[in-house]
């Protein structure tokens, strides 16, 4: 059995790139070490495997069900969520006092991705219930955290999030749901929720329900300014913790999805026949600011997800390749020579280091911003803590957009390198094809996220994310020129963030003329087209690493440091210049797409 990510790629991008070990250094870490890292990733990675790879497979072929009365999952689930819960994984990044681990949330994140690598589906209803938490820890009431929060820490309670309906999935201004207030201060709920993961199951005592909806009172503005966030439990929770009456929030059906089979997601009814009450958290008209506290966590994660399926689907591809015979050297077609492995053949060759390039380039991309997210809520240093948070707004876009459609595209290349045999049931992955194909869907779109980086994230404090972006990325540029072996790409690199520059200003002066049309028209594009330059620059950064560990290693790790710089070369010269045709077509505020007609369509 293939493990779905490569240990020592995991250890560089954590302790040779990015230097987590250092993060001991702050106070709420201090209690951990580089040996405490290492033994929790074990750990996570020997369960990833023993418990959720195990049956990955099999839960896809048996998706969740519903009889009429509960949701039926395979026992494995139950097996492997509870084994995970003992092993303190779900409150790895929570505080001490709350039941937590008070791991850097880096060290989470690394061990999470073990987990959605090996069984996605499985590993989603964890996830939730932790992102649920982290909303209830950074807005809830203290009450509230007694309550909800430090029951799910502890893994008694599951968690959910309620944004979209039927009628509106993205356009969370056109929500339904009321919250009708009583005189106890508490709110009944009425409305349908769409798309809820995790939103009815077995797995746990009660599942804490994170709901957006319109308080009915006369002063609701109209839009996204009138929503507000509530805390909905399945069963009611009484004041010394023990589970009281069924609520009124009732499952009206379960939704069939290409992938992610294995995480039960469903259409939820609040209030249709019975009363459902729920509990405002936060400020009324707020709530989506307070839903966007964990959002952008959750995109890196989203982003992250994305990266680990394509890296999985890598993994594969890459064993697949090293042991399948077939066809010769185009150079020397002796029928009666043997057949060599097809990974002899350049083609296929191409086809892994545009897996290897995507999918080791996002994980880093990934768990840099991660770290980020943990010098903003752990570093004294107010600069730094300020540079990270201005760097985590325009990253973020990037590091769930990027992943979530270029590691697809990695997913697409491993089946075309098993051919017939990727088409099939018999290896992973079309399953980790379909799984993935969920991440350029989730938590905003692609097409929002370029709205996000372009109209917000570019133009927010005077284009303050973006210069801040763009000096570090210079900074790497100056730092690698003068090492022969990256050269070269530091100069494309250079020349890439030029183009961009160049382009963006083009851009923003149609902004500010008032063409706010053909500024977004083809938002998708920039985005695409900044979240490449993002990616050599990782990559960049890799090689660096790469180029001065390599002297001084092992005959194993020279040849790791050898593909770290082939991918690299590769992303520069199959991957970058791209951002080229996009610059020129950015440029030209091009308005193909705006007037295209709907009868010509």
């Known amino acids: 059995m293939t493990k779905p990510i490569n240990r020592r790629d995991l250890d560089f991008l954590l302790f040779e790139y990015l230097n987590v070990g250092e993060l001991s250094g702050l106070d709420r870490y201090r209690e951990h070490d580089r040996a405490t890292f290492d033994a929790v990733i074990d750990a996570a990675e020997q369960l990833s495997v023993d418990q959720f790879l195990s049956h990955a497979a099999k839960l896809d072929a048996n998706e969740p069900h519903f009889d009429g009365e509960r949701v039926h999952l395979i026992p494995e689930v139950q097996a492997a969520v509870d084994a995970y819960i003992e092993g303190g994984f779900l409150g790895m990044a929570f505080d001490a006092e709350d039941g937590g681990l008070q791991l850097p949330y880096t060290v989470a994140q690394a061990c999470a991705s073990l987990f959605s690598a090996a069984n996605i589906g499985t590993a989603g209803y964890a996830f939730l219930t932790a992102a649920a938490a982290n909303m209830l820890r950074i807005v809830g009431s203290e009450e509230q955290k007694a309550r909800y929060m430090r029951p799910m820490i502890e893994g008694r309670f599951f968690g959910t999030m309620c944004l979209s309906e039927p009628q509106a999935g993205s356009s969370l201004g056109d929500i339904k749901t009321r919250a009708i207030p009583q005189p106890d201060g508490s709110y009944k709920l009425v409305g349908t929720k769409m798309w809820i993961s995790g939103g009815e199951h077995d797995l746990s005592e009660n599942i804490i329900h994170m709901v957006l909806a319109k308080i009915d009172a006369p002063d609701t503005p109209p839009g996204t300014k009138g929503i507000s966030l509530f805390v909905v439990p399945k069963f009611l929770v009484n004041d010394d913790g023990s589970l009281g009456a069924r609520n009124g929030v009732r499952l ?107 999918v080791e380039g996002a994980f880093g991309l990934c768990l840099y911003c991660a770290k980020l997210v943990d010098i903003v809520d752990a570093s004294d240093d107010s600069d730094a803590v300020a540079h990270a948070r201005l760097l985590l707004e325009i990253l973020t876009p990037i590091a769930k957009s990027w992943p979530s459609e270029f590691c697809l595209e990695a997913n697409k290349h491993a089946i075309q390198v098993l051919g017939g045999y990727g088409y099939t049931r018999d290896y992973p992955v079309e399953r980790l094809y379909r799984d993935n194909r969920l991440n350029p869907i989730h938590e905003g779109t692609h097409g929002i996220q370029g709205l996000d980086l372009l109209g917000r994230k570019v133009m927010m404090q005077d284009g303050a994310a973006l210069k801040l972006l763009v000096a570090t990325i210079t900074e790497t540029i100056s730092r690698t020129a003068g090492t022969p072996e990256l050269a070269e790409f530091s100069t494309e690199l250079s020349s890439a963030l030029t183009a961009a520059g160049s382009t963006t200003q083009t851009l923003i002066g149609a902004a500010m003329k008032g063409d706010t049309d053909r500024f977004l028209a083809n938002a998708t594009v920039y985005l695409d087209m900044l979240g490449h330059i993002v990616m050599a620059w990782q990559w960049l950064e890799q090689a660096a690493v790469a180029v001065a560990a390599r002297a001084d290693a092992s005959e194993a790790d020279k040849d790791f440091y050898a593909g770290k710089l082939t991918a690299c070369q590769y992303f520069f010269r199959y991957e970058l210049p791209k951002i080229h045709t996009q610059c020129a077509l950015l440029s030209r505020l091009d308005d193909t797409t705006l007037n295209a007609r709907a009868e010509t369509l």
């Open 252 to 358: 009206a059906g379960l939704n069939h999805k290409m992938g992610y089979r294995g995480t039960v997601n469903t259409v939820l009814n609040f209030g249709e026949s019975e009363d459902c009450i729920g509990h405002l958290v936060g400020t009324p008209h707020k709530g989506l600011a307070g839903m966007f506290h964990m959002m952008n966590e959750a995109r890196i994660g989203v982003g992250m997800g994305a990266a680990v399926l394509g890296y999985a689907g890598y993994q594969v591809a890459l064993d697949y390749a090293k042991n399948r015979p077939q066809g010769r050297p185009v150079s020397g077609k002796d029928p009666n020579a043997k057949p060599v492995a097809i990974i002899e053949h350049a083609d296929v060759r191409r086809l892994l280091l545009a897996q290897k390039a995507a």
